[in-house]
């Protein structure tokens, strides 16, 4: 079988199989992810022996240590793949919930009502849990899955496709619903971009190199996440303490991540008093600085930022900061270096946190709150599959209503249209 | 200036006035539409002039009378414009709507909040009317959208442009909140739809040729619509009079649109006492009838159908017709040969109406009543710019709220992420 007639089957085995989860019932779904968290368990050692096959590849190959972490099933990544199933059994069944009904004036009942999107291509990189927690999504939300992780992880992902196909036969649920990519050739990817007769939505997870490849060779919509330059606006009427605390959170909690701040910028009112505080705290903690003219001048042994990192995402222990003249000239800024993705602002002022929430539109606007709350899971979702920075569909965290869609339900009594 | 260049500076010109756009005033928005339809009617002589030249061309270019009737303003088009502008008008703004408010236990409040989408692109056909149509929807949800019609209407959607930035600038708004492109090449249109850097959105309208090619083509999402092979299920329990009355309006009613009945499914049960009462009224009314083997038995006098005719979309008076075993056979028909548009159940039964609801996903789905209900006018949206059968972001008829999104709105008293 070639690689493109294997992916084909795939896809079609998988759109027949969203039929199916899209008319269960919700107790099936969350018996089928109660029983591969009992799988997992029950299996750990099996997994974690595949795993040790591709992390011995991984070495032998030569990879980074940041890479063979990602790569490896810890005790830990058990637990939390384990208690992710559970949580998501847990939460509400998005499919068949009503969003509004409504009548029309000849006696039309109109609902919107949640149904699955379909058939879902998950293309990710080397960690393996995300098989388990993507997975999990997808089923509950009714959809069928095809996951295609990191070619290094192909024992890990195939053990664990195993387990989860098992967990849904015993459930009364099509085994196919879920489906992992059996071969690291990449061909499969760029096969898989062209199924839009039976995917639906293309989720990519990783670095700006995968998701730019998935864009430029998928026929089919993808939902995406370039990247995340966040900001805090640090107003003139900002209360200094909190400023400092929520920068400090935001730019060390975990510095590597999408959510973190990258640019700070500061009102010139504000800026004599707090930026002497906030940056002894920040270096303290390993930050390097690098600022505009008019910060140098009150931090002046501070490296001088140039046009390259206002638009930069570090994902690192750097930090861009900036002195503005005013709010507008803050939201100017962000307007034309931000990525959409999440951006704050420091304020007691009643007007300025008003007209900062109107104008900026990014996926995420905060008010005297850290950036780091971005995500699905901190915003109340329950779980996310990732964030989106395109507007169209879901824009900010994904949760399982986002992996749905509506449909308009119609209930008459005989109407006609005139 | 090549039109590469006019392009890329119409698009970069749209993304900033949509940051205008975004946050304006509903006043300002609704003030614009109305100065809109007042100029209208004030240079109507003036608009039938310029749209006399595109006639004329059509004629000399040996056009369809059907085509040059589409492309000619009657008065009846001038009032429909005018009309349409001040019903935009009267509509709730959605921008600034709150969709959903919680608490989180640390105190955080999330919102979810709609915004406008950005820049639409809106590539058509012949009618010059979408050119107000289209622009009033996407200016009254805060969007900026650049229109590309048919280049047989380009001296009429000219005319019409100066009038939508007149009327913008009347109301304080940029005038190229809204622009049509002024040129008839096709490489304007390619340009158009890499400009994934200003543009947030492609609609296309028109025959399915266009529709292909704008998605082939096309760097940036694209809501689409491609055909509407729609059925009506008449059930073994189905109020025969009913069934009737419905069958005739979803046909004959306007059987050119895409919401028209293509298929007929009758249940076997129904079809002896059915069927030749539905063909002699559909036959009066000048529908061909193509049937299948056991609609053949009590029908001797039809066409037979061929396996081309169940996926076909004929807009046009014809009708293909299977007689069913059962509703599960029906709803294996819908998922075998429909477009996910709209499907209808006629039934009094009460399982049978709930079954059919829960598992046939397409866009519109309907117990009892016409398929040609699905319109966004008819099911309450206000007005449509389109109907999608693409399950991303839109499913179904697109009113204002489908041209924005939403973005989360977090406001704090300094939490921070533990």
Redesign the interface.
Known sequence: MTIESMISDMAAAAKSAS?EM??CSTLQKNTALLKLADLLRDNASLIQQENARDVDAARKAGLSPAMIDRLTIKDGTMQSMMGGLREVAALDDPV?ATVRT?R?PNG?E?SRVR????VIGMIYESRPNVTVDAAALCLKSGNAVILRGGSEALYSNQVLAGLISRALQEAGLPARAAQVVPVADRSAVTTLLQQEEWI??IIPRGGEGLIRFV?ENSRI?VLKHYKGVCHIYVDADA?IE?AE??C???KV?RPGVCNAMETLLVHQKAAPVFLPRVAEKLQAAGVALRGCEQTLRILPQIASATEADWPAEYLDLILAVRVVSDMDEAMAHI?AYGSDHTDAIITQNYDN?RRF???V??????????T???DGG???LGAEIGIST????A???MGLDELT?????????????E
Chains 1, 2 share one sequence.
């Open positions: 039929r899209a008319a068949g409504w029309r039309l109109v149904i699955p999107l379909g639906d939505l864009v919509p209360d909190m605390r929520i400090m959170n935001a909690q307007a946190a929430v109107k104008t539109n990014s996926s995420v606007v905060l008010v005297n709150a850290s780091r709350f971005n901190q915003l109340g395109t507007k169209l569909h824009f900010g965290p869609t509506t449909k308009f339900v119609v209930l008459g009594d005989g109407q006609i249209r």
